[in-house]
């Protein structure tokens, strides 16, 4: 399959809110509740953010919400803060066991 | 907390094997929730899931359908660890390398530290 489609770069100021789409399909994100949302710092591994679609790890701040619409899922960070400039991916269970990931979009704090 | 710390080789010649091990510490590999999974990440292909293994009464492996022919994961109780190997490597294959542990529903929530793999003669 087809990784998941991010848009490659999203901006804001610190103390707004952003929003970062992945389009998938009715085989991956619209099809099943396993969407996860992971930030990466430079030269660091992933973080987990979101899984489950909308679920938050403990320790994961409240700033950071997920959300889906029909095959499209959606991470929301409100108050933008500096520490959040970094990558972020989704990944989606694709059937078959096997997971895909989108291609990450960059955030910029400006 | 789950905690996983990754060793083997930073390099690795077309055509041999790259094997990599990640020890887990804070759970149990053959835990009856908890999944251990291989991932990667190079520019070119971004994040790719390789494979996983899991134990539910006996050992269950994953893998993504393009490595299967090429890709083994296995665990070792007593050294509370799993490993990956994967054979016949080409100069794709280059890429950071990832042991991540979550449970069998695809939460990726611990990571080890990464190790770049450069194949290369």
């Known amino acids: 399959q087809s990784a998941l489609t991010q848009p490659r770069s999203v901006s804001g100021s610190p103390g707004q809110s952003v929003t970062i789409s992945c389009i998938g399909s009715?085989?991956?994100?619209?099809?099943?509740?396993?969407v996860s949302w992971f930030q990466q710092h430079p030269g660091k591994a992933p973080k987990l953010l979101i899984y489950g679609v909308t679920k938050r790890p403990s320790g994961v701040p409240d700033r950071f919400s997920g959300s889906r619409s029909v095959s499209t899922a959606s991470l929301t960070i409100s108050g933008l803060q500096a520490e959040d400039e970094a990558d972020y991916f989704c990944c989606s269970y694709a059937g078959d066991y096997t997971v895909i990931f989108g291609g990450g979009t960059r955030l910029t704090v400006l | 907390q789950v905690q996983l710390h990754q060793s083997g080789p930073g390099l690795v010649k077309p055509s041999q094997t790259l094997s990599l091990t990640c020890a887990i510490s804070?759970?149990?590999?053959?835990?009856?929730?908890?999944?251990w999974n291989w991932i990667r990440q190079s520019p070119s292909r971004g994040l790719e899931w390789l494979g996983r293994t899991f134990y539910r009464s006996k050992w269950h492996h994953d893998y993504e359908p393009s490595m299967k022919s090429r890709l083994t994961i296995n665990s070792d109780t007593s050294k509370n660890q799993f490993s990956l190997h994967l054979n016949s490597v080409s100069l794709d294959d280059t890429a950071v390398y990832y042991c991540?542990?979550?449970?069998?529903?695809?939460?990726?929530?611990?990571w080890g530290q990464g190790t770049l793999v450069t194949v290369s003669a």
């Open positions: 009715i085989s991956n994100v619209g099809g099943y509740d396993y």
């Open positions: 804070g759970d149990s590999v053959s835990s009856d929730r908890a999944a």
């Open positions: 991540a542990g979550g449970s069998a529903a695809w939460d990726f929530q611990s």
